[in-house]
Structures are given as C-alpha cells and as structure tokens.
Nanobody, 124 residues
Framework: QVQLVESGGGLVQAGGSLRLSCAVS??????YSWFRQGPGKEREFVAGFNRDDGTTKYADSVKGRFTISRDNAKNTVYLQMNSLKPEDTAVYYC???????????????????WGQGTQVTVSS
C-alpha cells in the first residue's frame, strides 16, 4: 500500500523556520513535490525534485527561502522553510509522480499520489 505521510507543520513567527517531512512507503517515485493551499486559495506548487535527472524547481515566491531534499535511505522527502512569512500560511501537501519524465510538473493534475497535508501557520 502506497502512503505519503507529512509531518513537521506548526505555528511559527515570521522570520522563523520549519522543516516538513514526507515519509513515503510502498514504492519509489520519480518526482516528489510539495504543494500548498492557503485559506480560500487554489492548491499551488511550491517545490519539486526529480530523482532520475536531479532537477529541482521552486515557485518564485519561495526561491532562496525553501529547499527540497530527499533522504534515499529513509525514503523521506523534506522541505526546509526559512525566513517564513505570514503569506506562507497554508496546508502543505506532499505529492509524488511515478512516471519516467524529464523535469518536474508544477500542475497538481499531474500527481495521483498525495499525503494528507500538514498545517503551517506563520504569525506576524
């Protein structure tokens, strides 16, 4: 059974840091990505990593502040979030795509495997 389980969310002050984890079990994937959905907003791409070609991609809004990484031994994907802003407040979701592709899809419609989400709240 395939499972993606996020953890690490919480409440943090603006300027602070959090590290989200996504534990993956059941299979390995080519692409691992993080999305987020703020209150009243559409779910949006945050960051992604392609295990086969080594590509990483970030949304412009998080470039230079967030870093995606993967621990192969633990089959866990991380999102290190620094210099957090109130506008980063959202539910963060881990997503995965098993297809052998080049690069990273940023549309949520390309991902069939999702975690349950973890809440991140940044206070001003």
């Amino acid at each position: 059974q395939v499972q993606l389980v996020e953890s690490g969310g919480g409440l943090v002050q603006a300027g602070g840091s959090l590290r989200l984890s996504c534990a993956v079990s059941g299979r390995t994937f080519t692409t691992y990505s993080w999305f987020r959905q703020g209150p009243g907003k559409e779910r949006e791409f945050v960051a992604g990593f392609n295990r086969d070609d080594g590509t990483t991609k970030y949304a412009d809004s998080v470039k230079g502040r967030f870093t995606i990484s993967r621990d192969n031994a633990k089959n866990t994907v991380y999102l290190q979030m620094n210099s957090l802003k109130p506008e980063d407040t959202a539910v963060y979701y881990c997503a995965a795509d098993p297809r052998l592709v080049l690069g990273i899809f940023t549309s949520r419609t390309n991902y069939n495997y999702w975690g349950q989400g973890t809440q991140v709240t940044v206070s001003s």
